[in-house]
């Protein structure tokens, strides 16, 4: 199960890269195609562990949800740090 919310927060990763305000290869249909495939495959590794469908969807969105501002929060910090580094 700890595999299938690892892939969660990738998910959540891959959506925030393909945010318009995000840089990067990942930007648009690519992150948001990568995002979805990781979670069917986290709901799949979920639901392998003994867990129902809609339990393991509640969960795996559950934290690609809460990784969702956690990332974001890293990805700002991070733009910030290389903006001062310009200066």
């Known amino acids: 199960m700890w595999m299938g919310a690892l892939?969660?927060?990738?998910?959540?990763?891959?959506?925030?890269?393909?945010?318009?305000?995000a840089e990067g290869r990942l930007r648009g249909w690519r992150g948001t195609l990568l995002g979805w495939a990781?979670?069917?495959?986290?709901?799949?590794?979920?639901?392998?562990?003994?867990?129902?469908?809609?339990t393991s969807v509640a969960?795996?969105?559950?934290?690609?949800?809460?990784?969702l501002p956690a990332l974001s929060y890293v990805q700002a910090a991070r733009r910030r740090s290389a903006q001062g580094a310009r200066r």
Do not use: K, P
């Open 59 to 67: 969960l795996v969105l559950g934290v690609a949800m809460l990784s």
């Open 7 to 21: 892939l969660a927060a990738a998910c959540g990763w891959l959506w925030l890269c393909a945010t318009a305000r």
């Open 38 to 54: 990781a979670l069917l495959l986290a709901v799949w590794q979920t639901r392998s562990s003994g867990l129902g469908w809609g």
